[in-house]
């Protein structure tokens, strides 16, 4: 009787550690799956962020302008002197794709989303070659100066006349149908693209 309890006991002493060892191994090769796609989630976000950082700052819209300009300087006791422009200008919305980061990049199962930096007017300027001095009065000899003056005003106008043409949202429009299509075949997801859309203005070059 005491052999066969021995026995009985040894028999289920093997099943258990059998049983463990099953176990183990599921627990092992389960690991070794998902390390194997947290690698290769890894990989696809590091390919993806070099390919948008290397484009730069990406020029994506340019609007043209001309108009005519007025400006004239107020004087105490004589004539106020004026200056009539006709101005040519151009106005260029661009993303600077050298500010994402790895932690702008998040992979979701299927898909990639790719938070992008806000849309910039990144220069707005006069076309001096196209533009015009068309008329002076009271002048003298100030004109020079009044000229000058005419056209840094100019180049504001051009500055606001994009802000209320729309060129920060034609940026964030023109971004997605250029960077979506080619993100989707370098990461093979789907991608979405998000931005918060905030003014963002560079100096003039």
């Known amino acids: 009787m005491t052999r066969f309890i021995n026995s009985l006991l040894r028999l289920f002493l ?10 183990f191994w599921e627990q092992l090769r389960g690991w070794s799956v998902f390390s ?3 690698k290769k989630e890894t990989t696809i976000q ?3 962020l070099q390919e948008v950082t290397e484009l730069g700052k990406l020029e994506l819209v340019q609007y043209r302008f001309k108009d ?5 300087s ?3 006791w004589l004539p106020n002197p004026k ?9 260029i919305g661009c993303l600077d794709l050298t ?4 932690e702008d990049i998040t992979s979701q199962g299927d898909s990639l989303i790719v938070h992008l930096p806000d849309p910039e007017l990144c220069s707005y300027k006069i076309n001096h070659d196209r533009s015009r001095v068309f008329n002076t009065e009271y002048a003298f000899f100030e004109e020079a100066q009044l000229v000058n003056e005419a056209y840094q005003r100019a180049e504001i106008q051009i500055r606001q006349s994009a802000l209320n043409s729309g060129i920060l949202a034609q940026t964030r429009q023109n971004a997605d149908k250029i960077l979506k299509p080619m993100l989707e075949r370098i990461s093979g997801k ?7 859309m905030k003014a963002t203005l560079q100096p003039l070059r």
Not at 15 to 20: F, S
Not at 83 to 91: K, N, Q
Not at 190 to 196: G, H, N, Q
């Open 14 to 23: 093997i099943v258990l550690l059998v049983v463990g060892l099953i176990v």
């Open 36 to 38: 194997g796609l947290t």
């Open 46 to 48: 590091t390919v993806v």
């Open 68 to 72: 005519i300009v007025e400006h004239q």
């Open 74 to 76: 107020v004087r105490q």
């Open 83 to 91: 200056a009539v422009l006709i101005v040519e200008g151009e106005a």
């Open 99 to 102: 500010k994402i980061t790895a």
């Open 190 to 196: 789907k991608v979405f693209l998000t931005t918060r």
